[in-house]
């Protein structure tokens, strides 16, 4: 079983840049897909970026494409979210969520990840 725990989250200013993290524990972390999602208030939660166990597949939400950049330290257990250039569209609590197995595809749905974080707030300010 994992646990997962966000950080990084905060308030900046509309074109600023954040670094969230997502710290693991527990087994086989390496074993896991990982991914975040997030949720503004009224709206469901939605998925933002994706990477497998092996480091070089990734996949992003269209709306984030060239601005965020997920990737994942195994030896440290931790999965980070880059976020440059936020826009006040982006506030929202986001999630890091894990999937269990090494296999690839774009895990897009909440129902895909089986263990989730508690959320971390980003605020984008205009």
């Known amino acids: 079983q994992v646990q997962l725990v966000e950080s990084g989250g905060g308030l900046v200013q509309a074109g600023g840049s954040l670094r969230l993290s997502c710290a693991a524990s527990g087994r086989t972390f390496s074993s896991y897909g990982m991914g975040w999602f997030r949720q503004a208030p009224g709206k469901e939660r939605e998925f933002v970026a994706v990477v497998a166990w092996s480091v070089g597949h990734t996949y992003y939400t269209d709306s984030v494409k060239g601005r965020f950049t997920i990737s994942r330290d195994n030896a440290k257990n931790t999965v980070y979210l880059q976020m440059n250039s936020l826009k006040p569209e982006d506030t929202a609590v986001y999630y890091c969520?894990?999937?269990?197995?090494?296999?690839?595809?774009?895990?897009?749905?909440?129902?895909?990840?089986?263990?989730w974080g508690q959320g971390t707030q980003v605020t984008v300010s205009s």
């Open positions: 969520a894990a999937r269990r197995g090494t296999d690839w595809g774009t895990f897009t749905r909440i129902y895909e990840y089986d263990y």
